[in-house]
């Protein structure tokens, strides 16, 4: 399932679409599809893009809500959001619609602190996080139980990438 977000750069947005299979990831924008592999290289912001016959180093910094991205010798700063279908925003916001947990950043897991079937109250630590040597803990943003956790201790992850999904119970 691709999954779309709005990223803004210099003022002007665009929808991208993104699935991940595996290593790689397929990314589409512009009617146009590209499959890449971001390898880590150094800890959890510095990465070799393979696109292609192309290998370029990039490094990827979260700084507040932006993303700062280096490739090779270009410099971007990434505004990005999560698009969700307008149907869907409905939905859940109402009781039982089950809720993504989402990575907020690209990072390294270091802990999974909840496992399937968990009866979970806001604010309890779900995952733990690791982004430029700083840990964050990710909480459940509502109660309900854990009904999926998608990751483990040791995995790296993209921003966006459904960490946990809750089914809300009030």
Do not use: N
Request: charged content about 20%.
């Amino acid at each position: 399932m691709m999954i779309e977000y709005l990223v803004t750069v210099s003022g002007s947005s665009r929808v991208v679409a993104v699935r991940q299979d595996g290593d790689r990831l397929h990314v589409a924008m512009g009617g146009v599809e590209y499959s890449v592999l971001l390898e880590p290289r150094l800890g959890s912001t510095h990465f070799t893009l393979r696109l292609g016959h192309h290998v370029m180093p990039v490094v990827i910094r979260a700084v507040g809500d932006e993303r700062l991205v280096g490739i090779g010798a270009e410099q971007y700063r990434l505004h990005v959001e999560r698009r969700l279908p307008i149907a869907r925003r409905d939905v859940a916001a109402g009781v039982g619609a089950p809720r993504e947990v989402l990575a907020p950043m690209p990072g390294l897991v270091v802990a999974v602190e909840a496992a399937g079937g968990d009866v979970v109250e806001p604010g309890r630590v779900l995952v733990i996080l690791e982004a430029m040597k700083m840990q964050s803990e990710i909480r459940a943003p509502c109660p309900g139980r854990i009904t999926a956790v998608r990751v483990r201790a040791g995995q790296e992850v993209m921003g966006g990438a459904v960490l946990a999904v809750i089914e809300p119970t009030g």
